[in-house]
């Protein structure tokens, strides 16, 4: 776990669980299988050589036959007893229309897949630590507003009560202040709460260590202006959805060539050695016995409708990518729209409790003039205060939420080669 300063911003955070996430991890480790299984695809395009060696003691029961004898699929040996033979074999597929070429396409498109699913990985970590990250921020901005609150009800509460017992307020009026008090104290608690729980989650994230009472969070910072706003096809998501299709078409067209014939080359070489008596000496008796070299069609003409059944399969596959790009683009163009119309109002809303804010500290300062001529008492100018700083807490977590909107839009449309390489 890693020790931090006391200021902690999104990004250092961001950077801290690219490097330490085990989700990311485990994605990369699955491209590198992917790049491993393709390497084995590859060996389709070399020959297969093989040695087989066989030693054989045989022992004759008619000694009224010698040599072997064949009676359909058996083979009776000879009386030859200690047998041995080495042979060298050679296979290679001359011709299977491009079948092998296919399995290699597909598994290219696989790494590319896999590679595209990190990134996407990626983006949902980023986005869970932004969920996170904007969640604690409103959290310990009520807490610190709702804490000077406090103050001003206490303050509050105690001129209220130097009233009633003077008889300038009532009994009624007192208890209210009391209540908003305690409902203070409890917004409080659960501001701290909420954010402590944002906070350990965001330690568990991003592998750094969170003091629970010293860490402060940063400002986002994110201007809506400054994101580019592509369309779905530009999306890591499009494409790995794209590559997955492509990769659905190839296979189509692989099981396809499987129907057709297969050419092959094969070729073998022999060393044979015998003896009646001694299996040594029939070992050291091994010398060269023959060769052959030849071709071979292969051509499956019926396998119980299972190319019938693997090809509804492909093309059902196919057509349910299809639909799930369909949908993941409408489902990508309205939260779009949805997040640009979330920007333009939180916009406005800022704009407007502005006003009232500076309006508000405008009072502020007219109260307390009003009181130096004896023309406002202690209670307004504090309730003047406590509404100043409700509005101010409104506007924080307008702004708050302005800038988590803006990331989250930037999130969205972040391109795959926006992503960490690796």
Not at 77 to 94: C, G, M, Q
Not at 278 to 285: G, I, L, S, T, V
Not at 332 to 355: E, G, M, W
Request: hydrophobic content about 35%; glycine content about 4%.
């Amino acid at each position: 776990m890693l020790s931090f300063s006391k200021e902690i911003s999104y990004e250092a955070l961001k950077i801290s669980a690219t490097e330490h996430s085990h989700w990311l991890k485990l994605r990369t480790i699955d491209t590198s299988i992917e790049k491993t299984r393709l390497d084995s695809v590859y060996s389709g395009l070399y020959p297969q050589l093989s040695l087989g060696y066989s030693g054989e003691y045989n022992k004759n029961l008619d000694q009224t036959t010698s040599g072997s004898i064949s009676v359909g699929g058996t083979t009776i040996n000879s009386a030859v007893r200690n047998k041995d033979s080495l042979a060298l074999s050679l296979n290679y597929e001359l011709y299977h229309f491009g079948t092998t070429l296919k399995q290699i396409e597909i598994s290219k498109k696989e790494i590319a897949f896999k590679k595209l699913e990190v990134c996407n990985e990626e983006n949902k970590l980023f986005r869970e630590i932004l969920d996170l990250y904007a969640t604690a921020q409103k959290a310990q901005s009520e807490q610190n507003y709702k804490a000077q609150m406090h103050a001003l009800r206490q303050e509050l509460y105690t001129l209220k009560q130097r009233l009633y017992a003077a008889g300038k307020e009532s009994r009624v009026s007192v208890g209210d202040e009391a209540i908003r008090l305690i409902e203070l104290e409890r917004d409080i608690e659960r501001a701290q709460m909420s954010y402590e729980e944002n906070l350990i989650a965001l330690t568990k994230l991003s592998h750094i260590d969170l003091d629970l009472k010293s860490t402060q969070l940063l400002p986002l910072g994110t201007k809506a202006k400054d994101i580019h706003i592509g369309s779905f096809e530009e999306s890591s998501q499009a494409r790995q959805y794209r590559d997955k299709i492509d990769q659905k078409n190839t296979e189509i067209s692989l099981n396809i060539r499987t129907q057709l014939p297969v050419l092959s080359l094969y070729s073998n070489y022999y060393l044979y050695g015998s003896d009646m008596h001694n299996a040594y000496n029939a070992f050291e008796d091994m010398k060269p016995n023959s060769w052959n070299a030849g071709l071979s069609l292969r051509w499956n003409l019926f396998e119980g409708f299972k190319y019938n059944s693997e090809s509804a399969r492909l093309h059902f596959e196919r057509d349910r990518l299809n639909e799930e790009y369909a949908l993941a683009k409408r489902e990508f163009d309205a939260q779009t729209q949805i997040s640009q119309q979330k920007i333009d109002r939180l916009t406005q809303l800022q704009k407007n409790n502005v006003l009232i804010v500076n309006e508000s500290r405008s009072k502020i300062a007219m109260i307390k003039r009003l009181r130096e001529h004896g023309e406002a008492d202690a209670v307004s100018e504090v309730s003047v205060k406590l509404e100043t700083l409700e509005r101010e807490l409104t506007l924080e977590s307008e702004r708050i939420q302005h800038a988590y909107e803006a990331e989250a839009l930037k999130l969205q449309h972040r391109g795959a080669e926006e992503c960490t390489p690796r």
